[in-house]
């Protein structure tokens, strides 16, 4: 949730010239709204990775891939449905060595 810094009202998103834009009723517009989305996904990220237990990384298939920590060559993955469902499935991989957790941007 994002707040107009003018008038204390929450922001809504709009699309201006094909671009989204955040907006408040007083007029004011946030144009860094490619700021504030990488932001929300980072704070998106961090809640995901929490709700993974050790009983169900057990159960996540492993696959072929670097972690950018340890270098180890294979990580526990699952997928996760992010905001809409009309976006793709996010990747998610968890180092099987260091438990390091990052997300597939590929
Ligand atoms: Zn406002
Ligand atoms: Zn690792």
């Known amino acids: 949730m994002l707040f107009c810094p003018k008038c204390g009202s929450l922001l809504k998103p709009k699309d201006e010239k094909g671009k989204r834009v955040l907006h408040c009723s007083c007029g004011f517009t946030n144009k860094d ?3 504030v989305e990488i932001k929300e996904t ?3 990220k961090e809640r995901e990775v929490e709700v993974i237990s050790d009983d169900q990384e057990k159960m996540l298939p492993l696959t072929d891939a670097d972690c950018p920590k340890c270098e180890h060559k294979k990580a526990h993955y699952w997928l996760v449905q992010t905001r809409a469902g009309d976006e793709p499935e996010t990747k998610f991989l968890k180092c099987q060595k ?3 957790t990052w997300r597939d941007y590929s």
């Open 33 to 35: 709204v490619d700021k």
């Open 42 to 44: 980072v704070n998106k």
């Open 98 to 100: 260091c438990k390091h």
